[in-house]
């Protein structure tokens, strides 16, 4: 195989994963200039912008740790 084909198949590849990043972003909930500045990123910075915005979605899909841990929480208080 020769690299330009290499370079062909990698460069489709990182095309699809950008489409269904932005589609994934298009469809989410959140506000339109939070969407606007994520597909700006995943556009334009390119492998980065697609590796921080899925790092961004498994921050946000992990959410905040249960309150019980949180010595400062109301329910700890109790």
């Known amino acids: 195989m020769q690299i330009e084909t290499i370079w062909i198949v990698l460069t489709a590849v990182l095309l699809l994963i950008e489409l269904w990043a932005i589609n994934r972003v298009r469809k989410a909930q959140g506000k339109s200039s939070n969407k606007l500045l994520w597909i700006v990123v995943i556009v334009f910075v390119q492998l980065i912008g697609v590796v921080a915005w899925a790092l961004a979605l498994a921050l946000a899909l992990a959410g905040p740790?249960?309150?019980?841990?949180?010595?400062h929480s109301p329910q700890a208080r109790q």
Do not use: D, F, Q
Not at 65 to 71: A, C, L, V, W
């Open 65 to 71: 740790k249960h309150s019980e841990h949180n010595p």
